[in-house]
Antibody, heavy 123, light 107 residues
Framework: EVQLLESGGGLVQPGGSLRLSCAASGFTFSSYAMSWVRQAPGKGLEWVSAISGSGGSTYYADSVKGRFTISRDNSKNTLYLQMNSLRAEDTAVYYC????????????????WGQGTMVTVSS | DIQMTQSPSSLSASVGDRVTITCRASQGISNYLAWFQQKPGKAPKSLIYAASSLQSGVPSKFSGSGSGTDFTLTISSLQPEDFATYYCQQYNSYPLTFGPGTKVDIK
């Protein structure tokens, strides 16, 4: 069964840092691009970042560019999101999502989502 | 950036009703359009990709159509488990963008 399991969320002060992880299982992790999507409380979905299967290409929303870094360790089947200089507006549930096509280089549709991890930025 | 809009923002419907949700892109995106269902407190679930292709395991009561800038999601006969919020999303280009959502609740 294909599964994505996020972890690492929590309460952090403004200006602080947090690293999220997404453990993947049930598929050949290195063959698929992956992404992070977030949802602020009571709000809609916002795409955050994406990374190619090899990790060689990364993409970011303007709202997080320069503060967040997406990465992956294909030997550990794990996706990461390093979040620095956190702001109150970064408070959200963060989901990892798998793109559906093997080896996709261009953007692709998500097929599988994790259950999410909550990040709260507050003093 | 490509902006996505949805209409209506919410609707009330009865079990058995046929429901249609519209999504519009600010520029042409071919068929690079996906639909998702989200229930309160749960992760989104992928329903449709490439505007009209069902994800694996998604029942055929869901269907999608459209190309270019205008798209629709139709639920042929609404069941209790279908009451949720539905989002469209374009994947024609980065940044990926979502519509604001359509909440479907019980009349």
């Amino acid at each position: 069964e294909v599964q994505l399991l996020e972890s690492g969320g929590g309460l952090v002060q403004p200006g602080g840092s947090l690293r999220l992880s997404c453990a993947a299982s049930g598929f050949t992790f290195s063959s698929y691009a992956m992404s992070w999507v977030r949802q602020a409380p009571g709000k809609g979905l916002e795409w955050v970042s994406a990374i190619s299967g090899s990790g060689g290409s990364t993409y970011y929303a303007d709202s997080v560019k320069g503060r967040f870094t997406i990465s992956r360790d294909n030997s550990k089947n794990t996706l990461y999101l390093q979040m620095n200089s956190l702001r109150a507006e970064d408070t959200a549930v963060y989901y990892c999502a798998k793109f559906g096509v093997v080896g996709a280089q261009a953007p692709d549709a998500f097929d599988i989502w994790g259950q999410g991890t909550m990040v709260t930025v507050s003093s | 950036d490509i902006q996505m809009t949805q209409s209506p923002s919410s609707l009330s419907a009865s079990v058995g009703d046929r429901v249609t949700i519209t999504c519009r892109a600010s520029q042409g995106i071919s068929n690079y359009l996906a639909w998702f269902q989200q229930k309160p407190g749960k992760a989104p679930k992928s329903l449709i990709y490439a505007a009209s292709s069902l994800q694996s395991g998604v029942p055929s009561k869901f269907s999608g159509s459209g190309s270019g800038t205008d798209f629709t999601l139709t639920i042929s006969s609404l069941q209790p488990e279908d009451f949720a919020t539905y989002y469209c999303q374009q994947y024609n280009s980065y940044p990926l963008t979502f519509g604001p959502g359509t909440k479907v609740d019980i009349k």
